[in-house]
Antibody
């Protein structure tokens, strides 16, 4: 069955960078996009963008353009989301999820808590 | 961006009673060439990732109880839980995947009265 296993919690200072990983198994990694969605404490869901592991193509929400980089390593079926110049309002649980480009998200990672605090 | 607006923000329903959540999109998410609504419903319980309940506005995911149903088209959608169970206490989100950025509603918290 499909599994997406994410890296653990991180605490970062404002201005630093964080890189969250998402290790996929149970399906052909290049057959499905990886989406990243975040959720601030007590808040709703915010889509950040997707990456196509087959081509490396990305689509980022404009809000994150210039601050986010999504990559994959197809040799180990892993996806990564790096967010730079962290601010306190980037404190959130970051989820990876898989799905075709134009489809709902049926499989999600367990989430990675990123706390930005001095 | 397509704005998704859910109503109500929260609702309390007695066990066994019906719960209905509405979601309105700021523009149509019906793709004319395939006549499909690019719209989904998710359930999220505390400390868990969202769980996909319904895709294409009305297609229930495998394993989702049939007390959950989705309806609507274009810009107006509903999620109905016909007989609320204790395990249905959660926050429910709608989402459009018609265009990028993908957008979610603000969430509706369902509790037991």
């Amino acid at each position: 069955q499909v599994h997406l296993v994410q890296s653990g919690a991180e605490v970062k200072n404002p201005g630093a960078s964080v890189k969250v990983s998402c290790k996929a198994s149970g399906y052909i990694f290049t057959d499905s996009y990886i989406h990243w969605v975040r959720q601030a404490p007590g808040q709703g869901l915010e889509w950040m963008g997707w990456i196509n592991p087959n081509s490396g193509g990305t689509n980022y929400k404009q809000k994150f353009q210039g601050r986010v980089t999504m990559t994959t390593d197809t040799s180990i079926s892993a996806a990564y989301m790096e967010l730079n110049r962290l601010r306190s309002d980037d404190t959130a649980v970051y989820y990876c999820a898989k799905g075709p480009e134009y489809s709902s998200l049926a499989y999600w990672g367990q989430g990675s808590l990123v706390t930005v605090s001095s | 961006d397509i704005v998704m607006t859910q109503s109500p923000d929260s609702l309390a329903v007695s066990l066994g009673e019906r719960a209905t959540i509405n979601c309105k999109s700021s523009q149509s998410v019906l793709y004319n060439s395939d006549n499909k609504n690019y719209f989904a419903w998710y359930q999220q319980k505390p400390g868990q990732p969202p769980k996909l309940l319904i895709s294409w506005a009305s297609t229930r995911e495998s394993g989702v109880p049939d007390r959950f149903s989705g309806s609507g088209s274009g810009t107006d959608f509903s999620l109905t839980i016909t007989s609320l169970q204790a395990e249905d206490v959660a926050v429910y989100y709608c989402q459009q995947y018609f265009s990028t950025p993908r957008t979610f509603g603000q969430g509706t918290k369902v509790e037991i009265k």
